[in-house]
């Protein structure tokens, strides 16, 4: 993966060009105006794909400052070291968990109370909206009953942590599936058995602890076809065969269910924006909002174009992601902006 590289361009009446890998080119925009003392329209952020996250900043003051030719005239690129890199950039939240549970002799859960702990570095970054989808996927796919769910920002001495892959959702799934497996063990019950009893349910038990009513769950058919094809039963009576007979050596398997919200909670960044040009000789350009960071994104996207207008792919060429094309992009995250950026290409297309 690429180190932090930024290459700044000025242009005339204050202009900024900037390429750089960026999951969120309208906040990179925002950002470079707010520090150069400009507005948004004077800054254009161009993105093609992405390998990294997120980009250093320095370079676009260089390039004002000293417009000194690194690559060409007039600009100015800074790559970080591998070794400041890594100091410098924020990694995943390391989350703290402490928990009190209630639950019946069967296993079914009656009470819940978790408190998380993410340790957010030296400054706030994305910490809030990471420790809230942590809380909102506290319960992963199961009925919590009485629960309460709470949240802390800490501030440490370390570098500032970032959004990463999951965004605090695996965090808050990974302290409930803690306390499944907990509760099999000191109730001696099957964990996969005691994970299907908690489940959502369809008509009943269906409220989060959030108050979003479940809908179109399809737990229980998953589950149960995922158990047969995988043949979970032998396999487990088979290790445990194994496990008796065998003093140091130990096996495992496990089947856990896993719930993502792919949606923004910040409900205006919910949008997507695409251009699309079409050309005499029959051939299309299109500029979408997303980034492509290896989902595919591009290639779904005229797929959808080459359907719709019943024209052959290679006649369809999708340009870098551009906020002089396509302006107030969202943050990309790999399903939930395939879906958006597809959906509004289709529409775009049938008007």
């Not at 350009?285 to 996207?301: A, D, F, P, S, V």
Request: charged share 25%; glycine share 8%; with cysteine.
């Amino acid at each position: 993966m690429e180190t932090q590289t930024a290459l700044v361009i000025p242009g005339e009446d204050q202009q900024l060009q900037v390429f750089s890998s960026t999951q969120n080119p309208t906040e990179m925009q925002k950002l470079v105006a707010e520090v150069m003392g400009i507005r948004m329209n004077q800054v254009t952020i161009d993105m093609r794909r992405i390998w990294r996250q997120r980009d250093p900043g320095g370079g676009r003051r260089l390039s004002v400052r000293h417009r000194r030719p690194p690559d060409r005239p007039g600009a100015a690129k800074m790559r970080l070291s591998r070794l400041d890199d890594m100091r410098i950039t924020g990694k995943w939240h390391p989350f703290f968990f402490r928990y009190e549970v209630g639950v019946e002799d069967d296993g079914l859960l009656c009470g819940v109370k978790v408190d998380l702990a993410g340790n957010c570095g030296y400054s706030l970054d994305l910490s809030g909206s990471i420790v809230d989808r942590a809380m909102f996927h506290a319960d992963n796919a199961y009925y919590l009953g009485d629960a309460r769910i709470t949240g802390c920002r800490c501030r440490t001495n370390t570098a500032s942590n970032t959004a990463y892959r999951g965004f605090g959702g695996p965090q808050g799934m990974v302290a409930i599936e803690q306390i499944m497996d907990h509760i099999a063990r000191e109730r001696g019950l099957d964990p996969l058995a005691l994970r299907k009893r908690n489940y959502y349910g369809k008509q009943d038990r269906n409220i989060t602890h959030y108050h979003q009513q479940i809908e179109d769950n399809l737990l229980d058919e998953i589950t149960e076809q995922l158990e047969q094809s995988s043949h979970y039963q032998a396999r487990r009576a088979e290790i445990r065969a194994f496990n008796a007979r065998s003093p140091l050596l130990k096996r495992g398997l496990a089947l856990t269910p896993v719930k993502f919200g792919i949606s923004f909670t910040s409900s205006f960044l919910n949008q997507a924006g695409a251009l699309i040009l079409i050309y005499t000789d029959g051939t299309v350009q299109l500029n979408h909002g997303g980034t492509e960071m290896g989902q595919c994104l591009n290639t779904k996207i005229i797929q959808i174009v080459a359907e719709v207008l019943q024209i052959e792919v290679d006649k369809i060429q999708i340009t870098a992601t551009d906020t002089g094309k396509v302006p107030n992009t969202s943050p990309t995250w790999p399903g939930w902006q395939g879906a958006a950026c597809c959906e509004v290409v289709i529409d775009t297309l049938n008007r």
